[in-house]
C-alpha cells in the first residue's frame, strides 16, 4: 500500500489530500473538505493531465518577432510535458502565423496537435 | 508640436485600457485615443504565454496573448484609435474640465493632447532587487521573473541553466516550470513568508509537477560569484523574518530570478496630485472608479495589483464606462456631477478597499468591493455595515493575502437608506 499526497487546487483553501492505494486501486480519499477534492484527487493518481504551453522560433516576420506561443490543442498526459517540450526546440516556423494555426501536428506522439497562441505577421 | 483634442485618453494599451476603450466606445463615445508605450497592444499578456486567462470573462481557458487578441479585435472591430510606442511624458489639470496630456513617439514627435476624461491604464512593474536587502556582489544571472519571462518567451533567449527563485509571487512560480521546459534546473523556490503569495494552482502545477521544493520562511542571505552568480546561500528566518544562523543552504546555480512583489505605475498619476492610497501605491478612486481628479478614471493593476486578468477587465469596463457617462454629462452642460461618497472603513485585518470611497446613489445595480486581507486568516464572517446596520454577511472559510476578495453590495440592499452616512467592512471569527 502506498500514499500519494496532493494539494487540492480546486479553491483557495488547497485542501492536502491524502490518497491510499494498493498498486493502481484507489482505497481512500482523505484530507479533502468537499467531493470537488476526492474527485480532483482521483483524477489526479490515475490521468493526470495537463495543457502545455511554450513558445517557438518563427522566421520571415515582418513585425521583427522572434517567437510564436503555442499550446497542445487539448490536455496530455502530465507524464509527456517534458517530452513535448523537448520536441519543441530546435522548432521554427515561417510567418504569418495565427491564432489557431497547427504549428506541429501529433506532437511527440500524444496525438495532439501544437498550436499558435498569437497572431504573428 | 502637434496638438489635437480627445473626449477620451486611455493611457495603457493593455487589458486594463483596451476594456476600458471598449466599454466606453459601447456607451455611446465615439472620439477616443489610447496611447500605448509597447510596439504592440496588449501589455503584459503578450509574454504570459501559460493559460489559465479568461475562465470568467469568456468561459474558456484561455493563454495571455489570446486573451489579449479578443480585446484587440474588438478595439479594431470599433476603430478606436490608438498609437503605439508612445511614451507618455506627463498628465495635467487644463483650464476648466479639460487635461492635458504630453506625449511623444517617433511618427508625431512631441504631442500636445487634450482630453475631457482620462482613464488610467498603466499597469504595474516589478520590485527590483534594489527594493530587497541582500548582501554580496551584483553579478550577472539576477533577474526578476517578469524580465524572465519576457527573455524566454519574446526573446527566444534562455537566461540561465541552474536556477533558484526569490519569492513565490505567481510570475516567479510561472518562471520555474517554464525554465525547466526550456531545459533548465530549478534548484528551489524561496518565499520570506509562511505563505505563498501565488495562485494555489500554480504552485502546484508550476512547482508539484516538477517536484522543485517550495521552501517557505526562507530568504536569501548571500550571493556569490563575482562577474556570475555562482551560488546563492538560502537561510530559514524566523518570526521576526531574520535568517536563523545555521540554517544556511548553498545552491550552486548561474541564475537567480526575483519575485517578489509588483507596484503600480503612477508616476503620472502622482505628477496629476490625485490622491494616493499608502497600501495599494495607487490612487484612491471612488464607486466609478474616479480618482481625487474629477474626470480622471484608474483601473487595472495601476489601481491595485490584481492576481486574474478577468477582474481587470471587469473593472476596466466601469472605469470606461464611468468615463463615458463623465463625459456625456459634460457635454450635456451639467459640468462634473457633485461627489457625495462616505468612506469605506474596514477593521479585522482588511488591508485597503477599492474603491476607498462610495456614493451609493450613484450605484447602477450593484456594487462591487475589492479588498485583500493582510494574513492567512480561516472561518471569518465578512460583514458589509452601512450606518451601523449589518447589510451583508458573507461566510469565508478561508482568505490569504495573494487571493484578492470581494463584496457585492445590491442596489436594492442600499435602497433602504437614503442617506449613507457610514460604510464598514468588517471580518470577524465564524462561530457557529
Ligand atoms: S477539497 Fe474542496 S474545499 Fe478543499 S481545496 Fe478542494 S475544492 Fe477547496
New binding site residues.
Given amino acids: 500500500m502506498k500514499t500519494v499526497n496532493l494539494t ?1 487546487i ?2 483557495p ?3 492536502q489530500l491524502e490518497v491510499m492505494m494498493e498498486g493502481e486501486k484507489i482505497l481512500m480519499v482523505t484530507g ?3 467531493q ?2 476526492e474527485a ?1 484527487a482521483r483524477k489526479e493518481v490515475t490521468d493526470p493531465t495537463r495543457i502545455m504551453t511554450s513558445s517557438v522560433r518563427v522566421y520571415g516576420s515582418v513585425a521583427g518577432e522572434r517567437m510564436v506561443p503555442v499550446k497542445t490543442a487539448s490536455d496530455i498526459p502530465k507524464g509527456k510535458t517534458m517530452e513535448v517540450a523537448a520536441s519543441l526546440r530546435g522548432v521554427s516556423v515561417p510567418c504569418p502565423v495565427n491564432i489557431g494555426d497547427v504549428v506541429i501536428r501529433n506532437v511527440a506522439g500524444t496525438g495532439v496537435d501544437m498550436i499558435a497562441t498569437k497572431n504573428v505577421l | 508640436m502637434e496638438q489635437k483634442a480627445y473626449h477620451l485618453i486611455i493611457i495603457g494599451g493593455g487589458p486594463a485600457g483596451l476594456s476600458a476603450a471598449v466599454a466606453a466606445y459601447d456607451a455611446g463615445e465615439r472620439s477616443i485615443l489610447i496611447l500605448e508605450r509597447d510596439t504592440r497592444l496588449g501589455g503584459i499578456l503578450n509574454q504570459c504565454i501559460h493559460n489559465g486567462f479568461g475562465l470568467h470573462t469568456f468561459q474558456e481557458e484561455l493563454t495571455g496573448p489570446e486573451y489579449a487578441q479578443r480585446f484587440i479585435d474588438q478595439v479594431k472591430d470599433r476603430n478606436i484609435d490608438y498609437k503605439l510606442d508612445t511614451m507618455v511624458l506627463s498628465i495635467s489639470k487644463g483650464e476648466g474640465n479639460a487635461k492635458q496630456v504630453v506625449a511623444v513617439n517617433e511618427a508625431d514627435g512631441l504631442m500636445q493632447l487634450t482630453a475631457d476624461a482620462l482613464v488610467l491604464a498603466m499597469g504595474c512593474r516589478e520590485r527590483s532587487r534594489g527594493a530587497l536587502n541582500i548582501p554580496g556582489f551584483r553579478p550577472a544571472g539576477i533577474f526578476s521573473a517578469g524580465t524572465a519571462q519576457r527573455l524566454v518567451n519574446i526573446e527566444g533567449y534562455l537566461p540561465g541553466r541552474r536556477v533558484v527563485i526569490l519569492g513565490s509571487g505567481d510570475i516567479g512560480l510561472i518562471m520555474a516550470r517554464r525554465m525547466t521546459l526550456e531545459g533548465a534546473k530549478v534548484l528551489v523556490c524561496a518565499e520570506l513568508m509562511p505563505y505563498s503569495g501565488g495562485l494555489k494552482r500554480n504552485i502546484v502545477q508550476c512547482l508539484d509537477d516538477f517536484d522543485i521544493p517550495l521552501k517557505l520562511s526562507h530568504t536569501v542571505v548571500r550571493i556569490e560569484g563575482k562577474e556570475r552568480v555562482e551560488a546563492v546561500v538560502i537561510a530559514e528566518v524566523g518570526p521576526d523574518r531574520k535568517p536563523i544562523k545555521g540554517t544556511e543552504e548553498r545552491y550552486e546555480c548561474d541564475t537567480l530570478l526575483l519575485s517578489v512583489g509588483l507596484l503600480p505605475e503612477n508616476e503620472l498619476t502622482i505628477g496629476l496630485e490625485a490622491d494616493m492610497s499608502r497600501v495599494t501605491n495607487g490612487p484612491l478612486v471612488n464607486e466609478s472608479l474616479e480618482t481625487s481628479i474629477p474626470g480622471v478614471f484608474a483601473a487595472g493593476n495601476v489601481l491595485h495589483v490584481h492576481d486574474l486578468v478577468d477582474y481587470v477587465s471587469e473593472e476596466a469596463h466601469l472605469a470606461g464606462e464611468s468615463a463615458a457617462a463623465y463625459i456625456a454629462s459634460l457635454e450635456a452642460g451639467n459640468g462634473p456631477v457633485p461627489h457625495a461618497g462616505v468612506l469605506i472603513t474596514f477593521s479585522g485585518g482588511v488591508r485597503y478597499t477599492v474603491p476607498a470611497t462610495a456614493d451609493v446613489s450613484r450605484i447602477e445595480k450593484w456594487l462591487k468591493i475589492r479588498y485583500r486581507v493582510g494574513d492567512v486568516m480561516t472561518n471569518r464572517v465578512v460583514s458589509l455595515y452601512l450606518n451601523g446596520n449589518r447589510v451583508l454577511t458573507k461566510k469565508r472559510r478561508v482568505m490569504a493575502p495573494g487571493e484578492m476578495e470581494e463584496l457585492v453590495l445590491l442596489k436594492k440592499q442600499v435602497e433602504e437608506y437614503p442617506v449613507v452616512e457610514s460604510m464598514e467592512i468588517r471580518i470577524e471569527e465564524d462561530k457557529a
Fill in positions: 487540492c480546486g479553491c483553501l488547497g485542501c479533502n473538505t468537499c470537488r477534492g480532483y
